[in-house]
């Protein structure tokens, strides 16, 4: 599947426009991944629709896709928390960013990381919104992979 648009079409998750269950796969698990406790398991979301969907292959690349983007970014997560742990450090971001961020390296590093992923996903959600796939090089191979072995 390369970088093209889709003709509008429904969902197959409550009859809903797939261009919004799309968006959903971004801007949802995005949401989902702030709550304090429960925000790892934001992955769970495009799995779940992964699975359900069954019209719509559009939705299903956006969700495989954001499930792979998911699992970096939160594999990122425990890494600088682990980082933050060996070195020490606080991790109450709102404190930091009140003290200065810079003050603290690994906060600031969180972040920065933080807003990459919020630029990633709002790029891809306003692709998605269009109707159009936009393939991030190795993730889109894994999350055509994944769609390969579902189908």
């Known amino acids: 599947m390369d970088n093209h648009s889709f003709a ?12 919004i269950m799309a968006v959903l796969m971004y801007a949802g698990v995005f949401l989902f991944a702030l ?4 925000g790892f398991l934001a992955w769970a979301l495009p799995l779940i629709v992964l699975f359900v969907e069954k019209n719509s292959d559009f939705v299903k690349f956006h969700a495989a896709q954001s499930l792979i983007i998911q699992i970096i970014f939160l594999a990122i997560s425990i890494i600088t928390g682990f980082l933050g742990l060996l070195l020490q450090v606080p991790t109450n971001i709102i404190n930091s960013l009140i003290n200065g961020a810079a003050d603290n390296p690994i906060i600031f590093i969180t972040v920065i990381i933080e807003l990459a992923r919020l630029a990633i996903y709002v790029f ?3 692709k998605a919104f269009n109707y159009t796939t936009y393939r991030i090089t190795l993730v889109s191979d894994y999350a055509d992979t994944i769609l390969n072995k579902i189908s």
């Open 35 to 38: 709550i304090p406790y429960a």
């Open 124 to 126: 891809l959600a306003y």
């Open 8 to 19: 509008p079409h429904n969902s197959s998750i409550g009859n809903i426009k797939a261009n």
